[in-house]
């Protein structure tokens, strides 16, 4: 894994989620053009993990998640389980992110975000110690943020 001062990249894509003829959006986040799916799946492979990587981007018509602006930033009012400080980054693959959520802290500073503090709470044994964190320059998460919500809004109101 790379050290916690490696810069990353995030994005957000939103995009059809499900065989509806009107399918649900899916809020599906990336780090270095790399689906968050595929890096804790292949996270989760090389622990042993059972049911390794079985999870989706949000799906945003199933999730009040509020001002996506504020969840993605981990605003504690925004905060998916205040309780705990998280937000969750992916659901499950079900398309429910209170079935299977993969969280994150969100710690926002000056000039970086950072992700860290991995779990998912409904399987607690397991250590996401060595996943990441992952560090973003602050002026491009806020941007991506801002593309994602601006698309999402859009959407909404078609």
Not at 22 to 51: I, K, M, T, W
Not at 124 to 130: F, H
Request: hydrophobic share 40%; proline share 7%; with cysteine.
């Amino acid at each position: 894994m790379p050290s916690p001062l490696t810069i990353r990249r995030v994005r957000f894509d939103v995009r059809p989620w499900g065989d509806d003829a009107d399918p649900a959006r899916e809020l599906h986040p990336f780090v270095d053009n790399v689906s968050l799916v595929e890096l804790v799946a292949g996270y989760e492979r090389s622990s042993g993990f059972d049911v390794p990587g079985a999870y989706a981007g949000l799906v945003l018509d199933h999730f009040n998640f509020g001002d996506l602006t504020a969840y993605l930033m981990g605003e504690p009012e925004a905060a998916y389980w205040t309780q705990r400080g998280t937000i969750a980054l992916l659901g499950c693959d079900c398309g429910e992110v209170g079935c299977r959520p993969f969280e994150s802290r969100v710690l926002v500073e000056k000039d970086l975000v950072i992700w860290r503090g991995f779990t998912q709470p409904f399987r607690p044994q397991r250590d996401y110690g060595s996943f990441g964190p992952f560090t973003f320059r602050r002026n491009q998460y806020d941007s991506a943020v801002r593309e994602a919500a601006a698309v999402v809004s859009e959407r909404a109101d078609t």
